[in-house]
């Protein structure tokens, strides 16, 4: 008699930093259920990064249905496939949409959407951060008994994996003695303006970081090559990258870069679990103890960015970095 493989669905569906922060969740989940098949529902930007990803053996990217048609093949796709579990991390009334459309019978459920069976019914999930409230969602789930809950307690992901499914390349070309980098991220989303620091401040940073030995790397989207130039026209010397990396490809150059410094914003999240030492810059807009990356991270704020002093930055970067000017 064949044996029955056990299926099991995550959900996240966005946004790239919460997706980066709940790769630890992913990670956990794929330690519980070590020969299960997983798929990942998730949206079409985080599909070649979770193809890649050894937590799952399919994705899903049909995770935000708009027609009526769509909602209907979502439903049997996941009532067809008969899953012994759902892992919802997005929880969110888009997930909880998704569980209602599975009545009269849905799977078994994890998250908060209304009746599911291992509802996270911790009263203070809303104040927690990500990775603590994901790591406690998986304990009511019964899969993280000693999951660390205490603000502060629950690691960062592991992108490690990312370098293994990647063939060797230099991320960043240069000379046979190529200069230590920083990455900049000084972008965001164009609906959250008042996340980012100034493009003016992240230039005259962008002169002295250069003067004390590195390279200046700019990662982002299309949208944000206009901040590279203007970086550029400060300090020529400094890399344009926008439009040209995949997440993939930033968790690299973080993992070999000196510093990331950046908003609020994904790429500096991916830069961050990569392993770059990174220095985080956040207003009002967003709470540090809710979503701030977390490793060697330095966390700046100010409720307005533009009154955050560049020499406050520049002060932090150097905490961070020893200068590759003065270094033997």
């Given at each position: 008699m064949p044996r029955v493989v056990e299926r099991i669905l995550v959900i996240k569906l966005s946004a790239l930093g919460d997706f980066v922060l709940a790769l630890a969740a992913m990670k956990r989940i794929r330690q519980a259920h070590p020969k299960a098949h997983i798929t990942l529902l998730t949206t079409?930007?985080?599909?070649?990064?979770?193809?890649?990803?050894?937590?799952?053996?399919?994705?899903?990217?049909?995770?935000?249905?708009?027609?009526?048609?769509?909602?209907?093949?979502?439903?049997?796709?996941?009532?067809?496939?008969?899953y012994a579990r759902v892992y919802d991390l997005q929880t969110s009334a888009q997930s909880n949409r998704i569980f209602q459309l599975l009545r009269p019978s849905p799977p078994p459920w994890s998250g908060v959407a209304f009746g599911c069976s291992m509802p996270h019914r911790n009263p203070l999930r809303n104040g927690m951060h990500t990775l603590e409230r994901q790591a406690d969602q998986l304990m009511y789930a019964g899969i993280w008994p000693d999951a660390p809950t205490e603000p502060g307690s629950a690691p960062p992901p592991d992108l490690s994996w990312i370098a293994k499914a990647r063939p060797p390349e230099r991320p960043v070309p240069?000379?046979?003695r190529p200069r230590p980098y920083v990455i900049f991220v000084p972008g965001g989303?164009?609906?959250?303006?008042?996340?980012?620091?100034?493009?003016?401040?992240?230039s005259e940073l962008a002169r002295i970081l250069y003067g004390r030995g590195f390279d200046i790397v700019v990662v982002g989207g299309p949208a944000e090559t206009d901040l590279a130039h203007a970086i550029q026209r400060a300090t020529p010397r400094a890399r344009d990258l926008t439009g040209r990396t995949d997440f993939a490809?930033?968790?690299?150059?973080?993992?070999?870069?000196?510093?990331?410094?950046g908003n609020d914003t994904g790429p500096l999240h991916l830069a961050a679990?990569?392993?770059?030492?990174?220095?985080?810059?956040?207003?009002?807009?967003?709470d540090p103890a809710l979503s701030a990356p977390r490793g060697r991270v330095a966390i700046l704020r100010a409720d307005n960015l533009a009154d955050l002093p560049v020499a406050q930055v520049a002060q932090a970067a150097n905490s961070l970095t020893s200068s590759p000017a003065s270094a033997p």
């Open positions: 079409p930007p985080f599909e070649a990064l979770a193809k890649i990803c050894p937590y799952f053996n399919a994705v899903d990217t049909g995770g935000r249905p708009e027609s009526f048609p769509e909602w209907v093949a979502l439903r049997k796709r996941i009532k067809d496939a008969g240069g000379a046979n989303s164009a609906h959250r303006m008042d996340k980012r620091w100034p493009v003016e401040k992240y490809s930033i968790a690299m150059l973080g993992s070999r870069a000196a510093l990331a410094i679990a990569g392993g770059a030492p990174t220095i985080v810059l956040f207003s009002k807009a967003s």
